[in-house]
Every structure is written in C-alpha cells, then in structure tokens.
C-alpha cells in the first residue's frame, strides 16, 4: 500500500518568541523539520505532505530543494482540520502516517512498528509517562481496548491521572481517515477540530483502534519553547556522543561534545572536551584534537595533530600535520604531510607543501608553499590590493625571515632567503639572500633631545 506521510507543522510557535517559525529553529545545527523530513523520507513514502501556515514562505524556502508537497492551512483550526487540508491530494487506497514538525526525535523503527499496526484501521502511538500533563490521555475500556482519547483541558478529575499519553502520532487507510475528518465537530474546551476525535469516530463504527507504544520517551518530546529545545538538543548530543564512543572514538566527555552535522573517523582517534564538529568531518586513524577546537568541513589525515583553541574551516590535512594552538584554517587551506601551522596563524586557500613551516603569527592566504618551506614569525602575504586577490607563491627550501610582508603577486625561488623585516614587492631569485629594507646604521655622537626651559 503507498504510505503518505503528512508533518504538521503550521502552528505559530509563540512561545519560542522568535522571528523565525518554530519549524525552522535548529537542532544539532539542522532545523527541526529538518529531522523530520529525513526520518519521514527514511520510511520510502510515496509523497511527503507538509501543512504550514505561520511564516510559510520562510519555511517552504527553508526547503525549496526537498521533493515535499506544501499544503497550506491558513487559520489554524486544529490537528484534525491540518490533516484534513492535506487529504485531496491523497488517494484512498493510501496509508496515510502523520507526523509533526516540532517533534523532530521519532525514529523511523517505531513508525515501522505503528504502520504495521495501521493495516486494518487506525493506529495511535502513545507512551507511558510519569508525568503526563499537557498531553492527551487514552481512554481504555476494561477489556485494555482503546476507547478514546481525551485532551488535558477537556479532561476530568479521574481522567487526568491515566498515565498513558498521546503521541499525537498515528496512521490510518486514507479512505477511512476521510471519512472520519468529514464529520469531526469543534464543540471542546478549545473550539479545534482535534485530529484525537478520530478515535472515538473510529470505535463508534466498531472498527478496534490499535496502539502501538514509543520503545524511547525522548523520541515523541515535542519543542514549545526554548528550554525544551536545549532539553532535546542535549539528548541529541548524548546520542551521538554514545554512538561515536561504541563505534571506538575516543573521547574525553561525551556530555561535552558537540556535532552539528557529521563526524567519521579511523581508529584511535581521541577528541577532547568542547569541541565543535558541523559540515561533514573526517577523521583519518589516530588523530587527536585538543579542546576547544571548532572543525567544520575538513578532512584530516593520520597521526596528525590539532592543538587547543584552534578553528579548522574548509580545509584538508595530509597525515602527520600539526596544527594550533590557537591556528585559524579557512576555506582552502590544504596541509600536505607532516606539515605546521602554529599559534596565531591564519591561512586561507593556502596549500602547504610537505614537511612546511608556519610556525607563528602570520597570514598565509592566496599562497603555494612548497615542501620544507620555513615562514617565520609575523610574515604576511599581502594577497589584497584593496581590488584584487594575487598569488604568493614559495618554492620547495625557502626561507622566509620573521615580520616579511610578501606582496603578491610575488615569487619567491626554491632555497631562496628573504632577510628578516624585508618587503618583498618582486619576485626573489632561487639560492639567494633577498634582503629588501633599509639598512641598518648606527649614530655615533648622537644626542637625545632635551627640555627647552621656559
Ligand atoms: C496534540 C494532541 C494531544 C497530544 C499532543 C502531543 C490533538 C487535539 N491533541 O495536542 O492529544 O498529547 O499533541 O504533543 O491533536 N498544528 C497545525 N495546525 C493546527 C493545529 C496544530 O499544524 O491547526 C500543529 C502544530 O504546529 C503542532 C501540532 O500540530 O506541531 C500539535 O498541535 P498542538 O496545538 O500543539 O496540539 P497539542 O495541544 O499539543
Ligand atoms: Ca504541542
């Protein structure tokens, strides 16, 4: 049967109290429906339906390169009335699964368990919690049949102490979903059409309901404000955090840890504490990160080493590299082996040859650096004349003096010396000492000014 799935996600989020539409707040780095839709498309549906209402444009934006069907619900009348807006586009002969945007944990092996108990008639996923307000109750008949389900401001005194919770999540054939959508009224404490009557509809047909329980309770928590964000942005962390330490990463905490996209790695690869992973990172064998190292779209290759305080961004290490403290990588900065970048450097679309220098303070950007290349402290590739970037490039053995301003574009010679302090505006021959400052002399007999009295 084709499975449609449809994520609500039109509510207006107020308590988030954000510009942006609740949908589009990010965890671990992705936005919230983000999470859904790649769950959603995991389940191989037919066609994904997405209700939005409230900053719909940025939503739909958001996603203009996901294969989703956008249906908008432009007043938010209840759960029941947002499944209802996206039936048309649904066949009867359909499995119809129903999913919710701001509930971004589900996993798709519970949905695979709900679905199989949708194949007769309706399937409602609930969950035992300890404290269940807020939530639905399920109401079963003595015989442990579900009855119905009653919603919290709707419910009485001896209703709220069931413990069993709506999901909110469930499946259903579309025909019968249809007809049951058709005839739900809004006469309840809230004045919605609440997707829940749907139960009772289906038990007053004599049709059994059938309720499938969430293994995980953090997988239905559901984000209404900031607070629950950060709660669920913590469980999503631990997650990955335990995933990584079984698969054999090290790591020196995992509750200080955080990925914001996705992390491979070798073996014998240890990561510090607060360290921030986003984009795609991949670890070679036996790399080691220091603290507090952010690394964003890199590859680093084996054995190599990436000092505290250090900020890797678009870059690509060879093994054996050492890089940091304190070093920035930007886009483009290609490390060949056993290549160093020390303290304070900044380098972007830099490629270092094998074995190079950059020891400290300085700016390498726009450059080709051959191999043993040695750069020393405060040297800058002034790769920028205020319109144009220009090429720095040092072949293979150079030696560049501390505070060198090498101004592009400029190339300097395999084994060539440039003298320290030197500002080097044409290219300096191979073998040779450049020297390109005033000379130093001395003032004999000189005197310092003095005081002009009165
Ligand atoms: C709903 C369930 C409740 C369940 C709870 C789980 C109903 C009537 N109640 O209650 O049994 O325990 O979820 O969290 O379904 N939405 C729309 N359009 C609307 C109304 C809601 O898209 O017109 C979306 C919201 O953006 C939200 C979701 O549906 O993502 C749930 O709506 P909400 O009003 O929060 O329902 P609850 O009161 O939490
Ligand atoms: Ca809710």
Same mark, same amino acid.
């Given at each position: 049967?084709?499975?449609?799935?449809?994520?609500?996600?039109?509510?207006?989020?107020? *308590?988030?109290?954000?510009?942006?539409?609740?949908?589009?707040?990010?965890?671990?780095?992705?936005?919230?429906?983000?999470?859904?839709?790649?769950?959603?498309?995991?389940?191989?549906?037919?066609?994904?339906?997405?209700?939005?209402?409230?900053?719909?444009?940025?939503?739909?934006?958001?996603?203009?390169?996901?294969?989703?069907?956008?249906?908008?619900?432009?007043?938010?009348?209840?759960?029941?009335?947002?499944?209802?807006?996206?039936?048309?586009?649904?066949?009867?002969?359909?499995?119809?699964?129903?999913?919710?945007?701001?509930?971004?944990?589900?996993?798709?092996?519970?949905?695979?368990?709900?679905?199989?108990?949708?194949?007769?008639? =309706?399937?409602?996923?609930?969950?035992?919690?300890?404290?269940?307000?807020?939530?639905?109750?399920?109401?079963?008949?003595?015989?442990?049949?579900?009855?119905?389900?009653?919603?919290?401001?709707?419910?009485?005194?001896?209703?709220?102490?069931?413990?069993?919770?709506?999901?909110?999540?469930?499946?259903?054939?579309?025909?019968?979903?249809? &007809?049951?959508?058709?005839?739900?009224?809004?006469?309840?404490?809230?004045?919605?059409?609440?997707?829940?009557?749907?139960?009772?509809?289906?038990?007053?047909?004599? *049709?059994?309901?059938?309720?499938?329980?969430?293994?995980?309770?953090?997988?239905?928590? &559901?984000?209404?404000?900031?607070?629950?964000?950060?709660?669920?942005?913590?469980?999503?962390?631990?997650?990955?955090?335990?995933? =990584?330490?079984?698969?054999?990463?090290?790591?020196?905490?995992?509750?200080?840890?955080?990925?914001?996209?996705?992390?491979?790695?070798?073996?014998?690869?240890?990561?510090?504490?607060?360290?921030?992973?986003?984009?795609?990172?991949?670890?070679?064998?036996?790399?080691?990160?220091?603290?507090?190292?952010?690394?964003?779209?890199?590859?680093?290759?084996?054995?190599?080493?990436?000092?505290?305080?250090?900020?890797?961004?678009?870059?690509?290490?060879?093994?054996?590299?050492?890089?940091?403290?304190?070093?920035?990588?930007?886009?483009?900065?290609?490390?060949?082996?056993?290549?160093?970048? &020390?303290?304070?450097?900044?380098?972007?679309?830099?490629?270092?040859?094998?074995?190079?220098?950059?020891?400290? =303070?300085?700016?390498?950007?726009?450059?080709?650096?051959?191999?043993?290349?040695?750069?020393?402290?405060?040297?800058?590739?002034?790769?920028?004349?205020?319109?144009?970037?220009?090429?720095?490039?040092?072949?293979?053995?150079?030696?560049? &003096?501390?505070?060198?301003?090498?101004?592009?574009?400029?190339?300097?010679?395999?084994?060539?010396?440039?003298?320290?302090?030197?500002?080097?505006?044409?290219?300096?021959?191979?073998?040779?000492?450049?020297?390109?400052?005033?000379?130093?002399?001395?003032?004999?007999?000189?005197?310092?000014?003095?005081?002009?009295?009165?």
């Amino acid at each position: 049967m084709e499975l449609h799935i449809v994520i609500l996600a039109a509510g207006q989020g107020t *308590r988030m109290k954000s510009r942006r539409p609740k949908v589009l707040q990010d965890l671990a780095g992705r936005p919230l429906l983000a999470h859904v839709l790649d769950t959603a498309a995991a389940l191989d549906p037919a066609r994904i339906h997405v209700v939005y209402g409230h900053g719909g444009d940025q939503v739909r934006a958001a996603f203009a390169e996901r294969p989703v069907s956008w249906v908008e619900q432009a007043e938010q009348k209840g759960t029941g009335h947002a499944v209802d807006v996206a039936m048309p586009q649904i066949p009867d002969g359909a499995t119809v699964l129903v999913l919710y945007g701001d509930v971004p944990l589900i996993g798709a092996s519970t949905l695979r368990e709900l679905l199989q108990a949708a194949a007769q008639g =309706l399937a409602i996923l609930t969950v035992e919690l300890d404290d269940p307000s807020g939530y639905g109750r399920i109401l079963r008949d003595p015989e442990g049949a579900v009855r119905g389900i009653v919603e919290q401001k709707d419910a009485s005194a001896e209703q709220l102490a069931i413990r069993e919770a709506n999901t909110g999540i469930l499946a259903a054939p579309a025909a019968q979903l249809r &007809g049951w959508l058709e005839g739900l009224d809004n006469d309840n404490a809230q004045g919605e059409y609440y997707l829940t009557d749907c139960v009772a509809a289906s038990v007053a047909q004599g *049709r059994a309901v059938a309720a499938a329980q969430a293994a995980d309770e953090d997988e239905i928590l &559901g984000v209404n404000d900031r607070l629950q964000l950060a709660g669920l942005e913590r469980i999503y962390q631990r997650r990955q955090a335990s995933a =990584l330490l079984r698969e054999g990463l090290g790591l020196a905490d995992p509750a200080r840890l955080d990925i914001r996209g996705r992390l491979r790695h070798g073996r014998d690869c240890h990561i510090d504490v607060n360290v921030v992973i986003e984009g795609e990172v991949v670890l070679g064998d036996g790399v080691r990160v220091g603290p507090n190292c952010v690394l964003r779209d890199v590859v680093i290759g084996d054995d190599s080493r990436i000092e505290a305080f250090s900020h890797l961004d678009g870059a690509t290490l060879a093994g054996d590299c050492q890089v940091g403290p304190y070093a920035r990588l930007r886009p483009g900065t290609e490390l060949a082996a056993r290549a160093k970048v &020390g303290n304070f450097v900044e380098t972007k679309k830099a490629q270092v040859g094998e074995g190079s220098k950059i020891n400290h =303070l300085s700016y390498v950007g726009d450059a080709v650096l051959g191999a043993d290349v040695n750069v020393g402290a405060g040297t800058i590739t002034c790769n920028y004349d205020g319109a144009n970037k220009h090429l720095t490039q040092i072949d293979d053995g150079a030696f560049i &003096g501390s505070n060198s301003a090498l101004v592009a574009p400029v190339h300097i010679g395999a084994q060539a010396t440039i003298a320290a302090g030197s500002t080097v505006t044409r290219d300096a021959p191979a073998e040779a000492l450049t020297v390109a400052r005033s000379r130093q002399k001395s003032i004999s007999g000189w005197r310092r000014p003095t005081k002009s009295k009165g």
